[in-house]
């Protein structure tokens, strides 16, 4: 059992309102390499829920549809930007290709972009549970997240991730 399985098998937490009980939340952030976006994503996301008092109740993780990156730990202006804006991350993290079977293990997968959800459908051999979305869906703007490779603008990156991750957390307690 590795530790997200784990993570899911943990005790039952009150959830947001406390009305009920339910299990821990298992969202995976995904883009091309998981050395820019995806991984800003999943610092970005945890932060928030640290804030809010519900970094117990979900599982944050990322992802890539390519293995280019296959090993490479962050790429340092994603943490610099990260740093900047006082956003703690994973130094020792490094980037790995999403597999099948994370399509059960997580309940929500959450691409950068079109070409990543297109990815991420054909890498999980379909979306029968519609839980492959985009992130900046959830703020109401059906575009990609900024891609700060080719632009080297982090910061405008930075400003569209901490934009949908804060829809994102607003969806979840909703
Ligand atoms: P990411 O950024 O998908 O946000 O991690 C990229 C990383 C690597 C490449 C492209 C984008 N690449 O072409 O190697």
Same mark, same amino acid.
């Given at each position: ?15 947001? @309102? ?24 999943? +610092? ?14 979900? @599982? ?18 994603? +943490?610099?930007?990260? *740093? ?8 020792? *993290? ?8 994370? #399509?059960? *293990? ?24 519609? @839980? ?5 869906? #959830? ?6 997240? +900024?891609?700060?490779? #080719? ?7 930075? *400003? ?8 994102? #957390? ?5």
């Amino acid at each position: 059992m590795d530790a997200v399985d784990q993570a899911a098998v943990r005790v039952e937490k009150p959830n947001a @309102k406390n009305t009920y009980l339910c299990r821990m939340q298992k969202i995976l952030f995904v883009c091309l390499g998981n050395i820019c976006r995806s991984p800003m994503a999943e +610092a970005i996301m945890r932060h928030i829920l640290q804030q809010k008092g519900q970094a117990d109740n979900y @599982k944050i993780a990322s992802a890539a549809v390519s293995e280019e990156e296959w090993g490479n730990p962050i790429y340092p202006p994603a +943490a610099r930007i990260l *740093r900047a804006h006082g956003i703690p991350y994973d130094t020792e *993290r490094i980037a790995r290709q999403m597999k099948a079977e994370d #399509y059960d *293990r997580f309940d929500l997968i959450v691409g950068m972009d079109e070409a990543n959800v297109l990815a991420i459908r054909r890498i999980a051999g379909g979306d029968p549970q519609n @839980k492959v979305h985009m992130l900046m869906d #959830y703020a109401g703007c059906h575009r990609a997240v +900024a891609d700060p490779w #080719y632009t080297r603008d982090f910061e405008t990156a930075y *400003r569209d991730i901490m934009t949908g991750c804060q829809a994102l #957390y607003d969806h979840l307690m909703s």
